[in-house]
């Protein structure tokens, strides 16, 4: 049977003129100056060597191999001085077999990693920081000379097709096996479906068979995320010599151009948000800690669906998405610009992403490109780079479908948007434009023109900074208040056109983009719910959860707009609930009921008093409270200091 031996401790890390430092995995080089902007993070090759074990094996009945779950971006892998794996991608797993390469006992490993610029391997230009690094796991494996396949493109071996149509209850799931090594011609591969509670529900023999589910569980969103598990083990001689599983989810799924998403058979509108993978101080060199408590707050915040943004995520993390129902569109790093170049690499990493993906229930669809047209000359060559890759997706994996995200300037009638099988925009009307009521304008002309095109959202927000305040908020400003009327908008906006298949907010949180110089404060983009530290959710978090969560509660907008000049002020209340109450200084203001035609904000106007005044809201055991200090002179660290030279966009800084 296979075994794995986890290697992430104890490397020596060497960058180009400075003394080698003893570093752990996941490690990036670029975790601080990837992050105070500049637009001048270190772009380069730095090495990466450690001893390491390998256990006693038999060269002629067993393989060693070494796994990169993520090196950015890419690798050249040498073993005992010799080297043997080149790899461009720096999102994907990747194994090389290092069976002749090694010897029982002590062996050496040198690992070249460059995030420098080329013309050749995706991303090369885009509004996040391209963290160089080895920044998740490394495992040395060894597995019986026969085993389910470990060189293809980093994939598990395994291949689960559930199979199950609207309004059935039986469900047919297809496994597919690939063996390789010496005894792969007359091995017996033996198949076992498994239920949530561990009782055997099915099974078969061979690597290619097809299992009666009869009256499957639904894998069915938030509502009921249900799992079955795929065993199949690999008998040589009578002997199980290795073994694969994977959970799988049975669930339907459609888009149509009237109605928007449907899972199961139902109506099921996908509105969440996007997700970057990064962190404060710790770049893309994430544990599972850190993924956890991202999926707590995207539970926390009601979203039934990810996209999970702008290339292959962990698997631990699309792991969290099948156990929590979350919907995922999962894309690959073709973005901003297409080089001619690289080509080869959207294939690779598209195969990759969908060969290692494969098997989760959460991902419904397969993201191409992303505002692909903002600086691309060849138009030709990315056309038909985009229908190659639709093509593939199609090939690998005929149960999904495809999309990709447009650009604002990328007009509805651009070609580009009409290869995949539905599309989303990235769209900041009321942001980098003025008008929000553009929104409106836009998609109803899109529809009014391509009635049989499904159409979705996939960016959309605006930036602010939790120390940014204003009673007239207004464009620009940076404000967590014009955050807030931007999303109230947005949300209604969504209501009124049941027809977008998608909506995802950008972002989830705030993320490093090394080339921007906004807010106050460089390196970053701000247009998070959340702060990159995660330590501060936003107002516009709250009204999100009001919409999307049945978790009861009441949350007071405005607690960090504490000085306030004006003789009286409006407070703002963010609630799921039907009625709230506002107290002022220890008596009861008044209680306002929800408006249908401005649903879960409740706004109160009220006089200030000299000094500190005590608010509380309240909606039966729920509470939340803040103070206002009435000032005589608005305070001048609530607004944004501009710099002459700064930029409305990364790309204008680009």
């Known amino acids: 049977m296979r075994t794995y031996t986890n290697l992430n401790a104890g490397w020596t890390f060497t960058k180009p003129g400075d003394a080698p430092i003893t570093v752990d995995v996941p490690h990036t080089w670029n975790n601080l100056d990837g992050q105070d902007g500049g637009n001048d993070y270190w772009r380069g090759t730095c090495a990466y060597e450690r001893r390491f074990t390998v256990p006693a094996f038999d060269p002629k009945r067993q393989v060693v191999y070494l796994e990169f779950e993520g090196v950015n971006a890419t690798a050249d892998v040498e073993v005992n001085g010799i080297a043997c794996c080149h790899h461009d991608g720096g999102y994907s797993t990747f194994r090389t077999n290092v069976t002749e390469l090694v010897k029982p006992g002590d062996n050496g490993l040198l690992v070249h990693v460059d995030n420098s610029k080329n013309d050749r391997v995706y991303p090369q230009k885009a509004d996040f920081t391209f963290y160089g690094g080895i920044y998740r796991d490394v495992k040395l494996l ?9 060189d293809y493109h980093g994939g598990p071996g395994i291949a689960v097709t559930p199979k199950i149509s609207d309004g059935e209850k039986d469900a047919d799931v297809r496994v597919q096996t690939w063996v390789d090594g010496p005894d792969a011609a007359s091995a017996e591969v033996r198949v076992t479906l498994v239920d949530a509670s561990g009782a055997t529900v099915g099974t078969a023999t061979g690597t290619d068979v097809t299992v009666a589910l009869p009256d499957a569980h639904r894998w069915d969103g938030l509502d009921d995320p249900y799992l079955y598990t795929a065993k199949a083990q690999l008998v040589v001689a009578g002997s199980v010599v290795d073994e694969v599983s994977c959970r799988f989810g049975v669930r339907s799924f459609s888009y149509d151009a009237k109605g928007g998403f449907f899972l199961n058979g139902r109506s099921y509108p996908l509105r969440g948000v ?31 669906t990810l996209r999970l943004a702008h290339y292959q995520q962990a698997q631990f993390f699309y792991d969290l998405c099948d156990e929590a129902g979350i919907v995922v569109w999962a894309e690959i790093p073709y973005i901003s610009e297409h080089m001619p170049n690289g080509r080869e690499n959207t294939i690779s990493q598209m195969t990759e992403l969908i060969t290692q993906s494969y098997n989760h229930p959460s991902i419904v669809c397969w993201g191409v490109s992303n505002e692909i047209t903002i600086s691309t000359k060849d138009k030709a060559d990315m056309l038909d780079n985009h229908r190659v890759l639709d093509e593939l997706c199609h090939k690998l994996d005929p149960t999904r479908f495809t999309t990709l995200a447009c650009y604002a300037m990328c007009g509805p009638f651009n070609k580009s948007a009409f290869v995949t099988d539905v599309v989303s925009w990235n769209l900041y009307l009321g942001w980098y434009v003025p008008g929000l009521f553009l929104n409106d304008l836009w998609f109803g002309f899109f529809h009014l023109v391509h009635p049989n095109r499904v159409i979705g959202m996939s960016e959309y927000g605006c930036e602010a900074m939790p120390n940014l305040h204003s009673s007239r908020p207004r464009r620009n400003d940076h404000t967590e208040e014009y955050q807030c009327v931007y999303h109230e908008y947005m949300l209604k906006f969504f209501a009124k056109h049941p027809y977008l298949w998608a909506t995802h907010v950008w972002n989830m949180f705030d993320f490093a983009a090394d080339a921007r110089d906004q807010g106050g404060e460089p390196g970053m983009n701000h247009k998070g719910l959340i702060t990159f530290d995660r330590k501060t959710k936003k107002d516009s978090f709250y009204i999100y959860k009001a919409w999307w969560s049945s978790e009861p509660f009441v949350h007071l907008c405005g607690k960090r707009y504490v000085d306030r000049a004006e003789e009286a002020t409006s407070v703002k209340v963010y609630s799921n609930q039907k009625e709230v109450t506002l107290f002022v200084n220890g008596s009861k203001l008044e209680t306002r009921r929800e408006d249908p035609k401005n649903p879960h904000v409740f706004t109160f106007f009220l006089p200030l008093k000299k000094g500190e005044n005590s608010i509380e809201v309240t909606s039966g055991q729920l509470s939340d409270s803040g103070t206002i200090r009435r000032v005589d002179t608005p305070n001048p660290d609530y607004v944004l200091q501009k710099k002459s030279t700064q930029k409305s966009n990364w790309a204008d800084n680009e």
């Open 142 to 150: 060894v597995a019986d000379a026969t085993h389910f396949s470990l």
């Open 274 to 304: 996007c997700r970057h993978q990064d962190r404060k101080a710790l770049g893309n060199a994430l544990t599972e800690k850190e993924h956890r408590e991202d999926m707590a707050l995207v539970r926390e915040i009601g979203a039934n």
